[in-house]
């Protein structure tokens, strides 16, 4: 590995790099330790209500665009391939064939969504005409498939990848058009972020809502 990642222990809210007023500082299995920001009730707010703020031009978005985005999503991951590997094998302990290993996963579940819905196959829409001749009359009935609003996802200690900031949970919140507040795990908090540094690059490149120059 080449890439050397150093974190910058930030909130990703928004579009932009949020510090906090108290700090935690890692415990790596190897490596060197780092300072990052604790959350509070008052972030977790603003997260929530960004989202929410989000939330209507993000569910308008086409089935093509956010296919686009989570590819974009995978394809910068796969960018930071290394830095990602590294920081991951020193806060976890992993060995590096796992994390490679997962890492493919995590862009596999993104590409796999994005796949799922162009097809549009999960819409699964109907539509029922009225019947005013019978007795009781019976309306006009349509069903499709809407977004509810924006998910929470809290990543899981023991696949800081595919399970995580950009796991599948994630992806499949953002292939439905919700937008995500993810509350990363603390065992691999540098992980998280290099992944966060990725998708913040892919909101910017498919002008999301939330795309800021941060």
């Known amino acids: ?28 299995a190897s490596g060197p ?23 209507p031009a993000y569910a ?19 960018a930071r391939a290394a830095a990602i590997t590294q920081i991951g094998t020193q806060e976890t302990g992993l060995p590096e064939a796992r ?21 549009g196959d999960y819409l699964d829409r109907r539509h029922d005409k ?19 609003g924006p998910v929470a996802v809290f990543g899981a200690s023991n696949f800081p990848l595919a399970f995580s900031t950009a796991g599948g949970d994630t992806a499949a919140a953002l292939a439905a058009g919700c937008p995500v507040v993810v509350k990363g795990h603390s065992a691999h908090p540098g992980t998280g972020e290099i992944v966060a540094e990725a998708v913040l690059a892919a ?8 795309a800021s120059s941060a």
């Open 1 to 28: 590995m080449t890439q050397d990642f150093t974190p910058h222990g930030k909130h990703l809210i928004a579009g932009e790099w949020v510090a906090g007023a108290a700090s935690f500082r890692s415990e790596p």
């Open 99 to 119: 994390l490679n290993g997962e890492r493919g996963r995590t862009t596999g579940q993104l590409r796999l969504f994005a796949e799922h819905i162009l097809k």
């Open 203 to 210: 909101i910017q490149s498919c002008n999301m809502p939330g």
């Open 130 to 148: 009225a019947l005013p001749e019978r007795t009781p009359p019976r309306p006009e009935l349509r069903m499709i498939q809407r977004p509810i």
């Open 60 to 78: 308008a978005t086409t089935r093509a665009e956010r296919a686009a985005f989570l590819n974009a999503i995978a394809d910068e991951i796969e």
């Open 33 to 55: 330790a780092h300072e990052f920001a604790m959350g509070t009730p008052g972030l977790v707010d603003q997260a929530c209500e960004a989202a929410a703020a989000a939330f």
